[in-house]
Nanobody, 114 residues
């Protein structure tokens, strides 16, 4: 079974940046498409960004222009670069791989203070 381990979360002030990493136990090329989702307290889990093996991406309107998704196939790692963070970005962020079967990471907390 594929294991996905997120890291890079933390607390930051509004306007700051964080980079989340999702390290996969298998080859990224097999696991894609992959994506980042987030879930804020009392809200449903929502799509943040998704990436396909050819490099195509979709980014949620709420983070477009601020967040970037990418992969490093050599490191079997997916990233989410988050800039100009806002308090409403506060959530637990999860990485997910849809390739052969759906696999979720354990999540990493991102807290943005005003």
């Amino acid at each position: 079974q594929v294991q996905l381990v997120e890291s890079g979360g933390g607390s930051v002030q509004a306007g700051g940046s964080l980079r989340l990493s999702c390290a996969a136990s298998g080859s990224i090329s097999v696991l894609t498409p992959m994506g980042w989702y987030r879930q804020a307290p009392g809200k449903q889990r929502e799509l943040v960004a998704r990436i396909w093996s050819g490099g195509s991406t979709i980014i949620a309107d709420s983070v477009k222009g601020r967040f970037t998704i990418s992969t490093d196939n050599a490191k079997n790692t997916m990233y989410l670069q988050m800039n100009s963070l806002k308090p409403e970005d506060t959530a637990v962020y999860y990485c997910v791989a849809f390739g052969v079967e759906i696999n979720w990471g354990q999540g990493t907390q991102v807290t943005v203070s005003s």
